[in-house]
Structure formats: structure tokens, C-alpha cells
T-cell receptor, first 115, second 109 residues
Framework: EAGVTQFPSHSVIEKGQTVTLRCDPI?????LYWYRRVMGKEIKFLLH????????ESGMPNNRFLAERTGGTYSTLKVQPAELEDSGVYFC?????????????FGQGTRLTVV | QKEVEQNSGPLSVPEGAIASLNCTYS??????FFWYRQYSGKSPELIMF????GDKEDGRFTAQLNKASQYVSLLIRDSQPSDSATYLC?????????FGTGTRLKVLA
């Protein structure tokens, strides 16, 4: 079974540019999550999809971030325009159910550097 | 105060010893607790989760939960150099995880 896959693994962009991160969850996992780790800090929740619906986007930093999951399969996270403080590692995770005690499987992350 | 606190380490233990990793949490509404291991540049991978007070054992790993003290720990018996990694503690009250910053473990051969 393929794991959670994220593209690209690394991205370096200039301030003001746009970047789109992609996540392919494990097949059959309705729940998809985006998290972010800024250097030196803990991994923080950004948002949660159930199929194509956003269940919770309380962790999204501001309106420069837009996440989509059309068709309930893969998801994209777009940052437009990127700022220096957006640098970090963006993790995607998926789980079969959204209930308690359900293991979330993480991707390797996309390391975003804004210069 | 952070919601989930971990000592960043590094925690160094000799090969074959018991490594003890600790985590405290502030939200009493947290119900499930997860330990993830992360090697540098890799994805976090789940080691164990626990939601009942007491101990839960899986091979060389034992997770301990004390809800009254809001304390979670992970014991690694017979530590191996391959256990050297960052260990992330996460608390969950619903579907999202609240992570600590992680503890870096070094097992010395």
C-alpha cells in the first residue's frame, strides 16, 4: 500500500511568488490533514478535510493560504503571495476515519523556503 | 505555556539501556495520545497510541498515561542505535493532533 505522498519535496521561491503543494493521501482515506512545522517550533495543525469538504480550517494562518481537495482525492495547498514567515515544512496526513484513536499517516513533508 | 510540552534533548543513552521520554499536556479534554518517531528528513511514523490510564506495551515500547497528572511517557527497552531519532508526542481531543516540539534521542553504541 502506497503511503502519503507529497510533492515537491523541496521548494525555494522568492517572496511574493506563488507556490502550490500537493498531497496524495492513502487510497481510501477520507480524512486529510495539513500541518506545518516552522523552524524550532512544534508541528501545528492547519486544516482538515473529510472527502472534499473542509471540516476545520482554524489553523490556517491567513487568507494567503488556500487548500482544496476537489473530488475528495488529492489535495493542494496554495500560498499566494508567499512571505518569508511561510518558510517551514508542510506535512500532509491522512486517516481512514476521523474518530478518536485513529492513526494518522504522515507524508515526508514539503520543505518550503521563501527568500 | 505550550499545550504539549517535551524536553527537546538530546537525551543520550547507552545501547541496551532504557530510554524514557516524557510529555505533559495542558488540555484536560485531550483523550488520545500518540508517540511518533521521526528520522531526519523522513515522515513521522506512529509507534504507539494510548487513551486509557496505565501502561500499554508493544514489543520494546511501553507507553504510560496518567490523566490526573496530565503526563504521558514512552519507555524504550534495550535501546538500539537505530532508535536514534526525534520522538514526537501528540495529544488529541477530536481529530486533530496537538504536537510537542519533540525530544531528540541519541543511543550511543
Amino acid at each position: 500500500e502506497a503511503g502519503v505522498t507529497q510533492f515537491p519535496s523541496h521548494s525555494v521561491i522568492e517572496k511574493g511568488q506563488t507556490v502550490t503543494l500537493r498531497c496524495d493521501p492513502i487510497s481510501g482515506h477520507d480524512n486529510l490533514y495539513w500541518y506545518r512545522r516552522v523552524m524550532g517550533k512544534e508541528i501545528k495543525f492547519l486544516l482538515h478535510f473529510v472527502k472534499e469538504s473542509k471540516q476545520d480550517e482554524s489553523g490556517m494562518p491567513n487568507n494567503r493560504f488556500l487548500a482544496e481537495r476537489t473530488g475528495g482525492t488529492y489535495s493542494t495547498l496554495k500560498v499566494q503571495p508567499a512571505e518569508l514567515e511561510d518558510s517551514g515544512v508542510y506535512f500532509c496526513a491522512s486517516s481512514r476515519a476521523g474518530a478518536l484513536n485513529t492513526e494518522a499517516f504522515f507524508g515526508q513533508g514539503t520543505r518550503l523556503t521563501v527568500v | 505555556q505550550k499545550e504539549v510540552e517535551q524536553n527537546s534533548g538530546p537525551l543520550s543513552v547507552p545501547e541496551g539501556a532504557i530510554a524514557s521520554l516524557n510529555c505533559t499536556y495542558s488540555d484536560r479534554g485531550s483523550q488520545s495520545f500518540f508517540w511518533y518517531r521521526q528520522y531526519s528528513g523522513k515522515s513521522p511514523e506512529l509507534i504507539m497510541f494510548i487513551y486509557s490510564n496505565g501502561d500499554k506495551e508493544d514489543g520494546r515500547f511501553t507507553a504510560q498515561l496518567n490523566k490526573a497528572s496530565q503526563y504521558v511517557s514512552l519507555l524504550i527497552r534495550d535501546s538500539q542505535p537505530s532508535d536514534s531519532a526525534t520522538y514526537l508526542c501528540a495529544a488529541s481531543g477530536t481529530y486533530k493532533y496537538i504536537f510537542g516540539t519533540g525530544t531528540r534521542l541519541k543511543v550511543l553504541a
